[in-house]
């Protein structure tokens, strides 16, 4: 693996990472979490956004034909997402999140405006609540969370899993569903904290262009489900997410079958955190896994991390794969602020269609991040 350096220019990165800072200093003071009354309801917002950094050490370290040359180095608004949360009745909610993804700009057509969840939520047992509406599809650790930066160490979750479309292959899953769930927690035998479990039916997945939350287009719907085994004191957690559906492809094409699994596993020992994922997926006659492992270690407010990942978009090819390893710290502001500071070491295999150049493209990424919760 090569590391080029000469592409990077210290002191700019310096100005630039100082102007992050500053902006952090700016939004602190909409730190604190607000609640209000609604009606007869009780109604809490809150929300997170981040200020995103990146510079690649040589020109083919890109993910998007569109994208600019990464050796400039660019700031990105990542997020800036409400996330609500509606009490109507002791046994209603009524949960949504909107993103304004990339500072979106709706005269240029630009950045992206997105319901990422909106569903209203009935308990009917401890063990039981049912939910209707658009959820993230619960699949591995971080579908779920997905943006929710607040909620992670780096910068941005495993891309072998949760972006493996932009790696050389396709969506692992679908990242949303709109249907019904039920999920819930039962108690287990001694050794066994609880069990989670979440299963659902939904549209699945449609042709480009359909609205999945609108129409379905083919005969079938997707399912799904998971189920998280958490161990005494939640030292210990292990689980697995299956997806089966049919995906539309084309207008004559409109049952090619999607099965996806993931295998997840946690171990939390004091201040270290172990935690890793495999995952298989399969599209029509298209194959693909992947998986990583993560590794930290929290020091007070300070927490450094390191994580293995690795992409084999093509079952059926030879040096496909795409491997990253990455290492950064994630520093604790405050309980409402974090900075994040990280470097990727990036490996393309000769015949991994996410190569932009032909040839075996290695480049090196430092990534940072601020991101306030409020």
């Not at 779920?144 to 941005?156: I, K």
Request: negative net charge; charged residues 20%; glycine residues 10%.
């Amino acid at each position: 693996m090569r590391t080029t350096l000469k592409q990077f220019d210290a002191g700019r990165y310096l100005r630039l990472l100082c102007a992050s800072t500053a902006l952090a200093a700016t939004v602190v003071l909409l730190s604190a979490p607000s609640s209000f009354a609604f009606g007869d309801s009780n109604a809490s917002i809150h929300g997170y956004m981040d200020l995103v950094y990146k510079q690649a050490s040589e020109p083919e370290g890109i993910f998007a034909s569109n994208a600019g040359d990464p050796t400039n180095g660019s700031f990105d608004l990542r997020h800036f997402n409400f996330l609500m949360d509606v009490k109507i009745l002791p046994e209603l909610r009524v949960k949504g999140q909107i993103e304004y993804d990339h500072g979106p700009d709706t005269e240029r057509g630009l950045g992206g405006i997105i319901l990422e969840y909106a569903f209203g939520e009935y308990t009917v047992t401890d063990n039981l609540t049912i939910r209707a509406g658009k959820t993230l599809t619960p699949y591995g650790i971080y579908n779920e969370l997905h943006d929710a930066t607040p909620a992670f160490l780096s910068v941005d979750i495993s891309e072998s899993i949760y972006k493996s479309n932009m790696q050389g292959g396709f969506a692992m899953f679908p990242k949303w569903s709109t249907g019904l769930a039920v999920v819930g927690q039962l108690p287990l035998l001694s050794g066994l904290e609880l069990i989670e479990y979440t299963l659902y039916i939904g549209n699945g997945e449609s042709l480009l262009g359909t609205n999945d939350s609108q129409y379905d287009d083919n005969l079938n719907k997707g399912v799904g489900g998971r189920i998280n085994f958490v161990g005494d004191d939640s030292i210990f957690e292990a689980g697995v997410s299956i997806y089966y559906g049919d995906k539309a492809v084309t207008e004559d094409n409109l049952d090619e079958r999607h099965l996806a699994a993931i295998f997840s596993i946690e171990a939390n020992i004091d201040d270290i955190n172990i935690h890793g994922e495999y995952a298989y997926s399969e599209l029509g006659e298209k194959e693909q896994k992947a998986w990583y492992i993560q590794a930290s270690y929290r020091f007070g407010r300070l927490t450094p991390y390191i994580r293995y990942q690795t992409l084999d978009p093509q079952a059926d090819v030879d040096n496909d794969e795409w491997n990253t390893i990455l290492g950064g710290v994630n520093y604790s502001i405050n309980d409402n602020l974090f900075l994040k500071l990280e470097w990727n070491e990036h490996s393309r295999e000769d015949n991994n269609l996410g190569v932009i150049d032909e040839g075996n493209e290695s480049f090196s990424e430092v990534r940072t991040a601020l991101t306030l919760f409020f």
